[in-house]
Nanobody, 123 residues
Framework: QVHLVESGGGLVQAGGSLRLSCVAS????????MGWYRQAPGKRRELVAA???????NYADSVKGRFTISRDNAKNTVYLQMNSLKPEDTAVYYC?????????????????WGQGTLVTVSS
């Protein structure tokens, strides 16, 4: 019904930048919150940043001042601009859409995950 496709991951040196994108497709009526999570090897998945449809944002302390989340509601797309990357930012980054309403059922309130994109930061 609803799919999330991430892009923009890759290998970058410490101090560099990457921009992740995530496009939601399907019979979407609305999306309340879109966000980025990450999971490093041997660690739990953690929230990186999230943004509501009204552009209220929330960031993990570890990325504040370095990462910026934004979204284009018309395109059902969320972005994560990552600057001053550190080796500890290395992880698989997952896009998340929460509070998804469908055109057939606007108050469905689904949660959807993308397949993940790998970000590797070398020292």
């Amino acid at each position: 019904q609803v799919h999330l496709v991430e892009s923009g991951g890759g290998l970058v040196q410490a101090g560099g930048s990457l921009r992740l994108s995530c496009v939601a497709s399907g019979s979407i009526f609305s999306i309340n919150v879109m966000g980025w999570y990450r999971q490093a090897p041997g660690k739990r998945r953690e929230l990186v940043a999230a943004i509501t449809s009204g552009d209220t944002t929330n960031y993990a302390d570890s990325v504040k001042g370095r990462f910026t989340i934004s979204r284009d509601n018309a395109k059902n797309t969320v972005y994560l601009q990552m600057n001053s990357l550190k080796p500890e930012d290395t992880a698989v980054y997952y896009c998340n859409a929460n509070g998804v309403g469908l055109t057939s059922s606007p108050y469905r309130n689904l949660e959807v995950w993308g397949q993940g994109t790998l970000v590797t930061v070398s020292s």
